[in-house]
């Protein structure tokens, strides 16, 4: 057989080489990866004797982490572990983050808090029949647009899609504030990296903007 790992159990080992040979350069779930390597694997002649591989994604993960690995959004993962050499002999034109916008901005200051979310979270919610899904709410001192993108990183399918920035002049006290009002509402999501995901929507978090400053 051509297959290197026939015969074989699946360990952290085989499982971090075939994330790279498969999920390098793209974002997916922990579950998604663990079912398409286990199908690989096991199509190619390698064995499975474990009921469940998360143990062996986790330590796949930790042995990737510092090769572009990495948990950036709810229940989401990317891989970068190639193609960020690439990146950084041929640069991407500048022109396109600076022709990405916020759907929407309001407020004044030098400072802001930002708003974002991945599309499918949104589409997955109204099918769903909610109106609320996850979203990242955070700070920055500097341009809001260039933060979320370098945030984001350049590996992605999909851009996150940045619906509101509030400028303001103590993007922490204002970021702290909305964070401990949401909280209040159990709409924090505590297993999300960060402490920054909410189950919330835009509208809310610009209604919460205004009932602070105007109330």
């Not at 074989?8 to 080489?17: D, S």
């Not at 709410?137 to 984001?152: K, S």
């Not at 702290?176 to 949401?182: E, M, Y």
Request: aromatic share 14%; charged share 25%.
């Amino acid at each position: 057989m051509d297959y290197k790992y026939y015969g074989l159990e699946l360990t952290p080992a085989i499982f971090e080489a075939l994330l790279v040979q498969l999920f390098d350069g793209k974002q997916f779930s922990r579950q998604d990866a663990i079912d398409k390597i286990k199908a690989f694997h096991l199509e190619n002649g390698g064995v499975l004797n474990k009921a469940s591989y998360i143990a062996v994604f986790k330590k796949a993960a930790q042995r990737l982490k510092d090769k572009g690995f990495e948990n950036i959004g709810y229940g989401i993962w990317r891989l970068c572990y190639k193609t960020d050499a690439i990146e950084e002999i041929i640069p991407k034109p500048k022109k396109e983050q600076s022709s990405f916008q916020a759907d929407k901005e309001i407020g004044s200051g030098s400072s802001s808090i930002y708003v974002y979310y991945y599309d499918r979270y949104k589409e997955l919610a109204i099918l769903k029949g909610n109106s609320e899904w996850e979203c990242k709410i955070g700070r920055t001192d500097v341009e809001p647009i260039g933060r979320v993108l370098n945030q984001a990183g350049t590996c992605y399918p999909e851009l996150p899609h940045i619906a509101l920035i509030i400028y303001c002049d103590n993007s922490s006290l204002l970021e702290t504030t909305i964070h401990s009002i949401l909280k209040m509402k159990q709409k924090w999501i505590p297993s999300a990296p960060g402490k920054e995901w909410f189950n919330t929507s835009p509208e809310e978090i610009e209604q919460l903007y205004y009932s602070i400053f105007e109330g």
